[in-house]
């Protein structure tokens, strides 16, 4: 059975400063990896997929990377910004299947 | 519109109630899930649809829970009787594709509360 785990569970850093967030999911057969950005009250906003075959993706200021044999993703922020304060969740969708299985997240601040 | 919309965005409700949400997907998106969200953990999933057919509804937590989609657009997810372990904010997702297996686009969510 797939798990996934988010380490740390919560983070307070100082507004500019660079910073990773990191996933670990037990199986590696995966399809591919999604990080998303959860505000408090709202919905998930998709930050960043990753299908298996490929090693990172990057969007501005964030950067994710995929180790599948080793079962495990970061999300680094550089730079980062008050805005940048909420919930990050990973999650997988498995090669036998269709369903995202997510971790419990990561609750950043930021700092002004 | 834009996005996955969905509604209410707040419901209490009394125990032994019945609630109703509705979840609008994308347009044209022929995947949909339903997942539940407890408070401080991520989402788990519920059920898939294809078009108006449930493929899988392995992840409702009892047969209190029922879910349609009959026009293969709009879908509803109906709880009886309700309990207060179904206190939890209910995400509706969408996809493009039809395996279900691409980018997921989540609505805003129905915070359920049962008092």
């Known amino acids: 059975k797939q798990e996934v785990t988010q380490i740390p569970a919560a983070l307070s850093v100082p507004e500019g400063e660079n910073l990773v967030l990191n996933c670990s999911f037990t199986?590696?057969?995966?399809?591919?990896l999604q990080w998303f950005r959860q505000d408090p009250g709202k919905g998930l906003t998709s930050l960043l997929l990753?299908?298996?075959?490929?090693r990172e993706q990057t969007s501005g200021r964030l950067n994710a990377s995929l180790d599948k044999s080793s079962g495990r993703s970061t999300l680094y922020i550089a730079a980062s910004q008050p805005g940048d304060s909420a919930t990050y969740l990973c999650?997988?969708?498995?090669?036998?299947?269709?369903?995202?299985?997510f971790g419990s997240g990561t609750r950043l601040l930021v700092r002004p | 519109g834009a996005g996955v919309s969905q509604s209410p965005r707040y419901k209490v409700a009394k125990r032994g109630q019945d609630v109703a949400l509705r979840c609008d997907p994308i347009?044209?998106?022929?995947?949909l899930f339903w997942y539940q969200q407890a408070l401080g953990q991520g989402p788990e999933f519920l059920t898939y649809?294809?078009?108006?057919?449930?493929?899988?509804k392995s992840g409702l937590p009892s047969d209190r829970f029922f879910a349609e989609r009959p026009e293969g657009s709009v879908s509803t997810l109906k709880i009886q009787r309700t309990q207060q372990e179904d206190s939890a904010v209910y995400l509706c997702?969408?996809?493009?594709?039809?395996?279900?297996?691409?980018?997921?686009?989540f609505g805003p969510g129905t915070r359920l509360t049962v008092t």
């Open positions: 997702a969408s996809s493009s594709s039809t395996s279900g297996r691409n980018e997921q686009y």
């Open positions: 199986d590696s057969a995966i399809y591919n």
């Open positions: 990753i299908q298996s075959s490929q």
């Open positions: 999650a997988v969708i498995t090669d036998s299947s269709y369903k995202l299985i």
């Open positions: 347009s044209g998106h022929v995947s």
């Open positions: 649809f294809q078009n108006e057919a449930q493929l899988d």
